[in-house]
Every structure is written in structure tokens, then in C-alpha cells.
């Protein structure tokens, strides 16, 4: 059964920094897809960043460009989120998901929820102003 849990969200002052994790089992990251999304209330949910790491390649949306930064630790098997400069649009539930065949077009045109076959259970960000 694969479960990956998020941990690491948290209410900070804007400006502030957060480092999302994702831990996996009964699934191995490696070469595999993932990928970070958000969703705040009554928004639909919006990829944030993308990794494929065969290809060496990651997506940022043009909102998290420059202050969110996506890595992988195989030995960890642990997916994170580094989040710099949050803003209090960046408040939301993230979810890390994993496992996709369009892992490329993920990391070129942003990754789709509908790609994803595991989910984690989210973790809240709230930033203040």
C-alpha cells in the first residue's frame, strides 16, 4: 500500500520560509515522477512545481518562480518543498503527489491532478501579512 504524508506546513509572517516534506512508502521516489500542488478554499488545485528527475527537469509556475525550490533525496525517500519570500497568496493545503506517465509534460506545461495516481493528505500553509 503506498502512503506518502506531507509534514512541515505552518503559519508564518510574509517573507518568511517553510520546508515541505514528503515521505513515501510502499513507493520508491528515485527516478519517478512528482510533483507539489496547492489549493486554497474555494480555488481549484494548482500545480505548483513538478520533478522528473530522469531528465533532470523541474516546473515552477510563474507565481513561485524565483522563491519555491523542489528536490529529491533517494536515500530519504523524501520529496521537498522549499518555500523563501512567502507571500499571503501563497496560503493554502499543499499535497505532494507522485507516480505519472506524463511526467515530462508535467515539468514542461506544469503538472495536471489528474496525472498523479498517490496523493498525501495535504499540509496548511497560512501566511500573515
Known amino acids: 500500500q503506498v502512503q506518502l504524508v506531507e509534514s512541515g506546513g505552518s503559519s508564518v509572517q510574509a517573507g518568511g520560509s517553510l520546508s515541505l516534506s514528503c515521505v513515501a512508502s510502499?513507493?520508491?521516489?528515485?527516478?519517478?515522477?512528482v510533483a507539489w500542488f496547492r489549493q486554497a478554499p474555494g480555488k481549484e488545485r494548482e500545480g505548483v512545481a513538478a520533478l522528473f528527475p530522469d531528465a533532470k527537469k523541474t516546473y515552477y509556475t510563474d507565481a513561485v518562480k524565483g522563491r519555491f525550490t523542489v528536490s529529491l533525496d533517494n536515500a530519504k525517500n523524501t520529496v521537498y518543498l522549499q518555500l523563501n519570500s512567502l507571500k499571503p497568496e501563497d496560503t493554502a493545503m499543499y499535497y505532494c503527489a507522485a507516480d505519472s506517465e506524463l511526467c515530462l509534460s508535467a515539468v514542461l506545461i506544469g503538472p495536471d491532478p489528474k496525472w498523479y495516481n498517490y496523493w498525501g493528505q495535504g499540509t496548511q500553509i497560512t501566511v500573515s501579512s
Open positions: 510502499g513507493y520508491t521516489f528515485s527516478s519517478n515522477c
